[in-house]
């Protein structure tokens, strides 16, 4: 029987998937209820953990719900711990908050920041051969670099809100550098400073 610490990193990305449905299917006060927006985020706080469940139309609900499989996915292969998962629960309201640092973002929904900060969590653990699995640095780095280069390439910095004709929506590229820069940082901290317990010798 897997222990709970081992499948909380799959329960959690159940949570955000079967959450971002409902919240779909829901009357439109919920989803403006759950709404994060810069100008009253700090008289709705619980918004910092919602507005990952919100979506803005099918397209952007059904790319993020089979994204989020595959972070899942990539929970079933590596398995992290609890402290994972913890690090990544920190990342959740932290990517949101950090996009104050740009007046131009109004209000962001959808899991995008929330799952750059999962890859990047996971990459780290595998980079840092805190993961056992072959060949872990060689594919840890390689998964760093990979995400690091779009998020780079997207340049959210300084173009923290685009145009995705395709979708028909706005992407807040902005999300990808706070959930990108959450998701090293906590990665490298947070399973380091809870050093998993010793077992005592026989």
């Given at each position: 029987?897997?222990?709970?610490?081992?499948?909380s990193?799959w329960?959690?990305?159940?949570l955000h998937?079967?959450l971002s449905?409902?919240?779909w299917w829901?009357?439109?006060v919920?989803?403006?209820?759950?709404?994060?927006r810069?100008?009253d985020g700090?008289?709705?706080?619980w918004?910092?953990?919602?507005?990952?469940?919100v979506?803005?139309n099918l397209?952007h609900l059904?790319?993020?719900v089979?994204?989020?499989?595959?972070v899942?996915?990539?929970?079933?292969?590596l398995?992290?711990?609890g402290?994972c998962?913890l690090?990544w629960?920190?990342?959740?309201?932290?990517?949101?908050?950090s996009?104050l640092w740009?007046p131009?973002v109004?209000?962001?929904?959808?899991?995008?920041?929330?799952m750059?900060?999962?890859v990047?969590?996971?990459?780290?653990q595998?980079?840092l051969?805190?993961l056992?699995i072959?060949?872990?640095r060689?594919?840890?780095?390689l998964?760093?670099?990979?995400?690091m280069?779009?998020v780079?390439?997207?340049?959210?910095w300084?173009?923290?809100?685009?145009?995705?004709?395709?979708?028909n929506?706005?992407?807040v590229q902005?999300?990808h550098v706070?959930?990108?820069?959450w998701?090293v940082l906590?990665?490298l901290?947070?399973p380091?400073?809870l050093?998993?317990p010793?077992?005592s010798?026989?």
């Open positions: 029987m897997t222990p709970p610490w081992r499948s990193w329960w959690l990305c159940g998937a079967a449905l409902l919240v829901a009357p439109s919920v989803a403006e209820a759950f709404t994060w810069a100008h700090w008289v709705r706080p918004t910092l953990w919602t507005s990952a469940w979506h803005l397209a059904v790319g993020n089979l994204a989020m499989g595959g899942a996915a990539a929970g079933w292969v398995k992290p711990d402290r998962t690090a629960l920190m990342a959740w309201p932290l990517t949101q908050v996009l740009w131009q109004g209000y962001a929904v959808g899991l995008s920041g929330l750059h900060a999962g990047l969590l996971l990459a780290v595998v980079a051969v805190r056992p072959r060949g872990a060689f594919w840890g780095w998964l760093v670099a990979v995400v280069s779009k780079i390439l997207e340049r959210g300084s173009q923290p809100i685009v145009w995705n004709a395709e979708g929506l706005p992407v902005a999300a706070t959930g990108a820069f998701g906590l990665g901290v947070v380091l400073v050093k998993r010793q077992k010798p026989p």
